[in-house]
């Protein structure tokens, strides 16, 4: 599970979060939508222990992040928006590699690997450098890389950028069947389809803070709309349903 | 081994050792180019040490003191260097480095974490002393044919006298990111290195070395080498190395040396590491912050660019170019160094005391103005390499822009060429002409030198443009490390051939000329065809290196673009 207490971030006058609260059970996938610069990423990273809070408190699995940041991130897979990949190692490589980072070892390494690979379709590209690899391949192999270790909670910044819908439907298939295990994720994203078809909670981030929460159903109540879709009730929520006036700008 | 720190540095092994495996087009050349310049290099260093320690052995006594005090001062060099560079290496490697991003979300403890870029920063920052340093230490040994414990000593001595320097840069670093944003604090930092290297320069100048030369300041050598023994010397490690040195080429071991060595850059690593463990998190935190940057808008450069009789595309590029030069601290800083060496470069001929050769000042002095020429020829060539060679590559990533824009690779090409041209020109040529100018040479090697100067910046500002476009870095982190590159040497190399063609060709028609002149004769009719050959073979070779690599650097770019 991943539990965010009243977390604040501060840079300098500018608070980017202001005081969020969430909760993602075991076994939920909890979508996390706002505008872009709402502090959906900040609120990422502070989790995934890149960033540190300025208040405010991050559990992941029962392991304060500040507190025990190395049992924390042991039981964490993180997937950044901008991911780092060395680029002038082998797919197996960086797989190798990143399982010694948490402890990994023997020969179930390999076996592991592979089957990763397997799962997201890069097992022929083992042994080509990651330079080579298009940008949805190296999507793939950060999301390999993210559950090699079989985490417990997951949190993921756009995962859906850049994948073909082939890619979409793999990775919507992995997050159902890990959350059908156990496994709490946390997915911030921009499309609201994904968000509306997988999440059973979602939290509405705007300005660095949290505007709404709840089952899809009850943020469409929230925002006082029927039986809208969901893109809707995001505008009228965030205020983003003011269009500009296309013609002229076209 | 996967607890061990030395695991984090795996991934840069297999890089390189990838890297190596599937070698690419022109890696031989390159080889052989970068493997050819090193060698040089070392052999020279390797022969003027040994060259340098014979010359001592002839002083006895007075030469061991020498000696003594050149390895102190050798070691007190790096020192400085090595600190310097400690802090802007550690900066990277702790706190800016992209690799970061992943080993800060895995289980890695902060101690191992430390241990590992702190290993990373040591060699980065000081394999350049240590290539420098053994064929000096090595030509010393030759020379005074040391035991083997000297070369036992001298890798003994380096470790912990690297340590220790970027130790202290280290934690300068950490403390400084602590205070500003790291991006901050790097541009700060440059501009500080700059300026501090150039203040350096200028006092060094100042205490004008060359009065030493005169026999009736004899006494001055004493004062001067005295005044190079101060009370704090003895305290720091680069005398300690010196010392360490210095007995074991006589075949002595000198423990104390040795301990304060080891165990200081022991204690450093120790009390670094407790610094890193407590502070790391929150300056590598703030240094992913990215508050809102103060910059100038340069509303000015708009408004002349606006008044420029160049077309919207040019303009946009001159106007972009300029902008981020400008905007760039660590672009810009590099000038406050160049012109500090200018303005030495000009006091030296201010007071060149030619007056006391009366009956050879008018020759030499018009020697030296082909010497000038050559220096001012090699100031363009650094320049070129450093400002205008990196220019296609500076683009980076953002080259998809002008890829995919209805501008032609010509017009984006000569665009840079004409951007590099006009400072450049400006820069060589008031050096050129202020130089002449203060050593009184004849006006017809004034004019001569003047004009080379113009077309020695066409052809150099061009084979710069015209290899950064055939060999360029897009990925590189910053421009001198395109500079570094394999296009960047190759440049110097031509650019140094060039220069000497040059002045070979500029010089005899010259100096025949002066010649005629002294002897008030007449200059035959073939003599002057021959000379007027020579300097019409100057200026074709000036324009057909110019225009030819232009046009390669255009026909690369097409071909990158198809």
């Not at chain 1, 049992?71 to 399982?99: M, N, Q, V, W």
């Not at chain 2, 996967?2 to 890089?15: C, D």
């Not at chain 2, 480095?97 to 800060?104: K, M």
């Not at chain 2, 508050?291 to 077309?311: G, I, M, N, W």
């Amino acid at each position: 599970m991943i539990a965010v207490h009243n977390l604040v971030k501060e840079y300098g006058t500018f608070t980017a979060v202001d005081g969020i609260t969430l909760d993602v059970r075991p076994g939920e996938i909890h979508g996390f939508l706002g505008p872009n610069g709402a502090g959906k990423t900040t609120t990422l990273r502070m989790i995934a222990g890149l960033l540190k809070p300025t208040s405010g408190r991050v559990e992941v699995n029962g392991h304060d992040v500040t507190k025990e940041p190395e049992l924390a991130k042991a039981s964490l897979g993180f997937i950044p928006d901008r991911p780092f990949i060395y680029e002038k190692l082998t797919a197996g490589e960086f797989l190798r590699f990143h399982a010694g980072l948490y402890g990994l070892d023997g020969d179930g390494v390999m076996e592991r690997v592979h089957e990763m690979l397997d799962l997201f379709e890069l097992r022929r590209w083992e042994n080509e450098l990651v330079e080579s690899f298009s940008h949805g391949m190296k999507q793939r192999l950060v999301m390999c890389a993210a559950f090699l270790h079989r985490p417990r909670a997951v949190a993921v910044d756009e995962p859906m950028v850049g994948l073909d819908p082939r890619g979409a439907r793999l990775i919507k298939d992995v997050f159902r069947r890990m959350s059908e295990r156990g496994v709490a994720i946390l997915m911030s994203t921009h499309t609201l389809e994904v968000a509306q078809e997988m999440c059973q909670r979602l939290s509405i981030i705007l300005k660095g803070k949290i505007i709404a929460q709840g089952t899809v159903d009850e943020i469409r109540t929230l925002a006082g709309g029927g039986d809208d879709h969901l893109t809707s009730v995001f505008l009228r929520l965030t205020g983003g349903s003011a269009l500009q006036e296309l013609d002229e700008a076209v | 081994m996967k607890g061990a720190f030395t695991y984090l540095l795996l991934p840069h092994l297999w890089s390189s050792r990838n890297r190596a495996q599937r070698r690419e087009r022109d890696d031989f050349t390159r080889a052989l180019l970068f493997g050819g310049v090193a060698a040089g290099v070392f052999a020279a260093l390797l022969y003027g040490a040994a060259w340098l320690t014979w010359q001592l052995d002839d002083y006895d006594e007075l030469g061991d003191y020498l000696l003594r005090l050149g390895l102190s001062w050798i070691f007190m060099t790096f020192l400085a260097f090595l600190t310097f560079s400690g802090i802007v290496t550690a900066l990277s490697t702790f706190f800016l480095s992209d690799d970061l991003r992943l080993l800060l979300t895995a289980p890695v403890a902060a101690r191992r974490l430390f241990y590992a870029r702190f290993t990373r920063t040591v060699a980065q920052s000081s394999w350049m002393v240590v290539v420098f340093i053994t064929p000096v230490l090595l030509g010393i040994g030759l020379a005074r044919c040391a035991p083997l414990g000297f070369y036992v000593t001298s890798a003994l001595t380096i470790v912990p006298f690297a340590v220790i320097p970027v130790a202290v840069g280290t934690a300068c670093t950490l403390l400084l990111v602590n205070v500003f944003p790291a991006r901050r604090a790097r541009d700060l930092l440059m501009l500080m290195g700059f300026l501090f290297a150039g203040s350096i320069v200028i006092l060094l100048r100042m205490i004008r070395p060359e009065q030493l030369m005169h026999a009736e300041s004899l006494p001055d050598v004493t004062g001067f080498f005295s005044t190079l023994q101060s009370p704090v010397t003895p305290l720091l490690p680069s005398f300690w190395a010196g010392e360490l040195m210095f007995a074991s080429l006589k075949g002595g071991r000198d423990f104390v040396h040795a301990g304060a060595l080891w165990s200081t850059a022991l204690a450093l690593c120790v009390g670094l590491r407790a610094a890193d463990e407590r502070w790391h998190f929150s300056g590598y935190s703030r240094s992913q912050e990215a508050p809102k940057a103060r910059f100038t808008k340069f509303h000015t450069l708009d408004a002349l660019a606006r008044v420029l009789p160049l077309s919207p595309v040019r303009k946009q590029l001159l106007v972009k170019d300029t902008k981020i030069f400008l905007r760039d601290v660590s672009q810009w800083s590099q000038l406050l160094l160049l012109v500090a060496l200018m303005l030495i470069y000009l006091y030296n001929f201010r007071v060149l005391d030619l007056g006391r050769i009366p009956y050879m000042s008018g020759v030499i002095k018009n020697i030296y103005a082909f010497v000038n020429l050559g220096m001012a020829g090699f100031v363009l060539a650094t320049v070129a390499v450093r400002f205008v060679f990196p220019a296609v590559s500076a683009e980076g990533p953002a080259f998809w822009l002008i890829r995919k824009s209805p501008i032609s690779m010509h017009d984006f090409l000569w665009s840079k060429f004409w951007t590099g041209l006009v400072p450049v020109l400006l820069l060589t040529e008031t050096l050129t002409i202020a130089a002449n100018e203060l050593l009184g040479v004849d006006p017809f090697l004034k004019i001569v030198a003047a004009v080379a100067i113009v077309f020695l910046s066409l052809a150099l500002v061009g084979l710069a443009t015209g290899l950064g476009a055939r060999y360029p870095r897009f990925t590189a982190d910053n421009p001198s490390q395109v500079a570094g590159s394999y296009g960047g040497v190759a440049f110097m190399i031509l650019a140094v051939l060039l220069i000497i063609v040059m002045i070979v060709l500029l010089g005899w028609p010259s100096t025949t000329y002066l010649m005629f002149k002294l002897r008030r004769m007449t200059i035959p009719t073939a003599r002057l065809i021959m000379m007027a050959t020579s300097l019409a073979a100057a200026v074709a070779i000036s324009i057909a290196t110019w225009l030819h690599a232009m046009r390669s650097g255009v026909r690369a770019l097409d071909a990158m673009s198809n």
